[in-house]
């Protein structure tokens, strides 16, 4: 007669944080805007909202500062295609297990979840738009 009903408690996480392999993929697709916007929407919900504007602020300097850099790169100097999306995703790694890798454990294993690949491919598409039309508005006014 007594069942056992799983009901939320409160501390049960409530919704979806992305994983790292998640933010991993979305900042070689997107760029550091998705690095960014991926990790302060983690920060949201692992409680650190302290670090959500810290975590925007670094990110829109960094892009800026690299879209600044292939910008002033001349043209005879061969740079690897790949230099610049690698040194992204090794930096959102580091950050990522820096700050948020044990926290996104715990929310995990006490029912909190995962967002799906869909969700960090359409952000990443998003990101990437935006990326260009930074670097084509920034050829184009300065």
Same mark, same amino acid.
């Given at each position: 007669m007594d069942q056992i009903i799983d009901r939320p408690t409160e501390n049960t996480p409530n919704g979806k944080i992305y994983k790292?392999? $998640?933010?991993? @993929? $979305?900042?070689? @697709? $997107? $760029?550091?805007?998705?690095?960014?916007? @991926?990790?302060?929407e983690n920060f949201k919900k692992l409680g650190k909202e302290h670090l959500v504007s810290q975590t925007w602020i670094f990110t829109i300097i960094f892009s800026a500062g690299l879209i600044a850099i292939l910008l002033l790169i001349p043209d005879d100097i061969n740079v690897p295609n790949m230099i610049f999306p690698i040194m992204e995703v090794l930096l959102v790694r580091y950050l990522f297990n820096l700050h948020q890798k044990e926290d996104a454990e715990t929310y995990v294993e006490s029912g909190g979840e995962y967002y799906g690949w869909g969700r960090v491919v359409i952000i990443s598409i998003i990101g990437f738009a935006l990326t260009i039309a930074a670097i084509f508005f920034t050829v184009l006014f300065f």
């Open positions: 790292d392999s $998640g933010i991993t @993929l $979305g900042t070689f @697709l $997107g $760029g550091p805007l998705v690095a960014g916007y @991926l990790m302060a």
